[in-house]
């Protein structure tokens, strides 16, 4: 665990509500109180349950692994697509027996599903055993939500009021090597599909000075990899008066001293500018890798997305990006299935990935999502008939996936050897996307080695460190 506790800066009241809540468990005799935290979906979710871990760790918790110690259970959740949804109401459930066994247990609902008004009634109503219910934009008051419900009433706060961001919230970060950084929250882009914009609230952009002072500590504690994260890491900056834009950002963030690496996601198309790709061709220490989800291949199911980009924009960004960088690495997210697709839209998808050569997929099946435009758009097409479309989507780029890793043979790449897998067996992620897996000593876990990948058997790349 990796607790920032230099404090100065965090709000005042939250300190004092975290010690009265530190001094209220000791009156009550909870010994060595423990916190215990689920996460759902996304990199932003799990690095906010960073940020609530730190709050968690000031009001007198210890972290623990095991629900069943735990006199704090927070679930975190995702409401991007509905079968996580349905995941979070069983493992709330379950949390009624366990406060039958512990009376001092309080448990909370956070996150993109607890920030819909429904769903937040539903907890309230239906699960009284739930204490502590709040929205996206209010993890900072955690301390006082505790504070207020060891001494009175459930809590439910979920104000979407896109206020400044409050800075300097502790971290308790999960890892010591590889760790996120937030640079903006929220959405503006209302793609027709996506839940986000309403539960997240507006886009606004961290200073960039506040980003350069977490990155230059994480440098400085060890970090080898950052990861900066947003909904839509190329509108970075957009509104704000001081004039960084993404491409300036990753350029002064590429100027900090250290050996490290930067990576970054999410990014939407529409606002990739050549002036960013040629901020990710000349900095030395951000990865050739871009991931740029596009969708859906058919510019007329674009279009109904809202996505602000057609299939030959995007193929033309593509060549941009590999005019700059030949061996830059794409991964993509896709959605099929969207309300009105056909099988002949789908086909495009499929070809665009066939023309692309993406190092990897993230692909789902369109989840309506009530409030948003598509939830109420026609959707004739079947989930069998959806299900055959994914599973080919599936097998070509399985096909793909070979087919680039047979290219790598021979390849060399610096590798961050990031997990020791035993009998002197390490892997670790390229500069590009790959990860290798090598022999080594010790001493290459958490450090940069120079691999040359010899072979590609069992969906594995295998390498030799040169250096
Ligand atoms: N249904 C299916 N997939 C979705 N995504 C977002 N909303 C939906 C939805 N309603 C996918 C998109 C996005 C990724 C994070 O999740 O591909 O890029
Ligand atoms: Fe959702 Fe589109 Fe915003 Fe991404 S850019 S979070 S898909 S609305």
């Known amino acids: 665990m990796n607790f920032n506790d230099n404090l100065t800066g965090y709000l005042p009241e939250q300190r004092a509500f975290a010690s009265r809540v530190q001094a209220l468990l000791k009156e009550r005799e909870v010994a060595n109180p423990k916190a215990h935290i689920v996460t759902f979906g996304c990199q932003q979710n799990v690095s906010d349950s960073e940020r609530i871990k730190g709050m968690l760790i000031l009001c007198g918790y210890t972290l623990t692994e095991e629900i069943t110690e735990a006199d704090f259970i927070l679930f975190n959740t995702c409401a991007v697509r509905g079968h996580a949804e349905d995941r979070v109401y069983g493992n709330v459930g379950a949390t009624k027996k366990l406060k039958q066994a512990n009376p001092n247990l309080m448990v909370a609902v956070c996150g993109c599903m607890a920030q819909q008004q429904s769903v937040a009634d539903k907890f309230y109503k239906s699960y009284p055993y739930v204490d502590i219910v709040f929205g996206t934009q209010q993890y900072h008051r955690l301390p006082e939500f505790i504070y207020r419900r060891m001494t009175s009433k459930r809590v439910y706060e979920l104000e979407l009021d896109n206020k400044e961001i409050v800075e300097n919230i502790p971290i308790s ?3 010591k090597l590889k760790g996120w950084l937030p640079i903006m929250y929220g959405c503006n882009n209302f793609c027709t599909y996506c839940i986000v914009p309403y539960v997240r609230g507006r886009e606004r952009s961290r200073d960039p000075q506040e980003i350069i002072k977490e990155a230059t500590n994480m440098i400085k504690s060890g970090f080898k990899e950052i990861m900066l994260l947003g909904q839509n890491v190329n509108s970075y900056g957009k509104g704000e008066s001081h004039g960084v834009n993404f491409a300036k950002l990753l350029r002064m963030i590429n100027d900090i001293e250290g050996d490290f690496r930067i990576r970054f996601m999410t990014s939407h198309p529409k606002d990739c500018t050549e002036e960013l790709l040629d901020a990710i061709r000349d900095c030395e220490k951000v990865e050739r890798h871009i991931h740029l989800p596009f969708q859906s291949g058919s510019s007329k199911i674009l279009k109904q997305m809202n996505r602000r980009y057609d299939r030959e924009g995007y193929l033309k960004l593509i ?7 030949p061996d830059v690495e794409f991964t993509s997210d896709i959605i099929v299935g969207f309300p ?19 190092t990897s ?7 309506p999502r009530e409030g948003t435009p598509a939830a109420v758009m026609p959707d004739p097409a079947s989930r069998e008939e959806k299900g055959k479309w994914f599973n ?7 096909e793909i996936s070979e087919q680039l890793n047979r290219s790598l043979i021979g390849k060399e790449m610096r590798v961050l050897c990031e997990e020791d897998l035993g009998d002197g067996v390490y892997s670790g992620k390229s500069e590009f996307y790959s990860s290798v897996t090598f022999n080594g000593t010790p001493e290459v876990m958490g450090n940069f080695v120079t691999v040359r ?9 295998y390498g030799t460190i040169i250096n």
């Open 173 to 175: 970060r999960d890892g």
């Open 319 to 325: 060549k941009a990006a590999r005019d700059r960088m």
């Open 340 to 358: 009105g697709e056909t099988y002949e839209d789908f086909c495009e998808t499929l070809t665009l990935v066939k023309e692309v050569k993406f």
């Open 361 to 367: 997929l993230f692909t789902f099946i369109y989840s």
């Open 392 to 398: 080919e989507l599936l097998i070509a780029q399985d």
């Open 453 to 461: 990948v010899e072979k590609y058997e069992n969906n594995t790349l």
